[in-house]
T-cell receptor, first 116, second 112 residues
Framework: AQKVTQAQTEISVVEKEDVTLDCVYE???????LFWYKQPPSGELVFLIR??????QNEISGRYSWNFQKSTSSFNFTITASQVVDSAVYFC?????????????FGQGTRLTINP | NAGVTQTPKFQVLKTGQSMTLQCAQD?????MSWYRQDPGMGLRLIHY???????DQGEVPNGYNVSRSTTEDFPLRLLSAAPSQTSVYFC???????????FGEGSRLTVL
């Protein structure tokens, strides 16, 4: 069965610190997709990134970067020079392609608090 | 574009009552799904649809029904509400089987 583990339930840092959110996944599939979503205090879910299993290149988008390592089944997310607006719950998710549809298997989420 | 629209945003029910959570998307997405979010458990799939007239069960389908008569709409029905169904419900749609999900703003349901 597919599984996503976000071992860090809560993280609290001071503004401008760098912070890494860990994500470890389990799957038997050779083709799969990994996602990160952000859920700010307002409650909506915001898509951040999608990565397929054949592309192990790290990705950088502004202050955000993602490190995908198939060897350790990890897809970690780093925020550089964190800001108060980064405070949110972050979810890592893994796709499970079932019967022509997609089911996302979510981790439990990491609540990130950036203190001024 | 409005994206994915869910109504109502908040609802309080008594045990045994029924209700329907509405979901509509204007992006012509074939794939739609309902998730529930509970503290410490992430989001779990309730039901999903790969197109009009086609629905199937996800991880936690008990107590819920869905139908998909049009591409745009995917309502979720609670037949006889139970306190265990107190949760935040998210409707989502996607343009492809491997694409990212576009989520609605969520519906917070409390069952007393």
């Amino acid at each position: 069965a597919q599984k996503v583990t976000q071992a860090q339930t809560e993280i609290s840092v001071v503004e401008k610190e760098d912070v890494t959110l860990d994500c470890v996944y389990e799957t038997r599939d050779t083709t799969y997709y990994l996602f990160w979503y952000k859920q700010p205090p307002s409650g909506e879910l915001v898509f951040l990134i999608r990565r397929n299993s054949f592309d192990e290149q790290n990705e950088i988008s502004g202050r955000y970067s993602w490190n995908f390592q198939k060897s350790t089944s990890s897809f970690n997310f780093t925020i550089t020079a964190s800001q108060v607006v980064d405070s949110a719950v972050y979810f890592c998710a893994l796709s499970d392609l079932i019967q022509g549809a997609q089911k996302l298997v979510f981790g439990q989420g990491t609540r990130l608090t950036i203190n001024p | 574009n409005a994206g994915v629209t869910q109504t109502p945003k908040f609802q309080v029910l008594k045990t045994g009552q029924s209700m329907t959570l509405q979901c509509a998307q204007d992006m012509n997405h074939e794939y739609m799904s309902w998730y529930r979010q509970d503290p410490g458990m992430g989001l779990r799939l309730i039901h999903y649809s790969v197109g009009a007239g086609i629905t199937d069960q996800g991880e936690v389908p008990n107590g819920y029904n869905v139908s998909r008569s049009t591409t745009e709409d995917f309502p979720l029905r609670l037949l006889s509400a139970a306190p265990s169904q107190t949760s935040v419900y998210f409707c989502a749609s996607s343009y492809s089987i491997t694409g990212e999900l576009f989520f609605g703003e969520g519906s917070r349901l409390t069952v007393l």
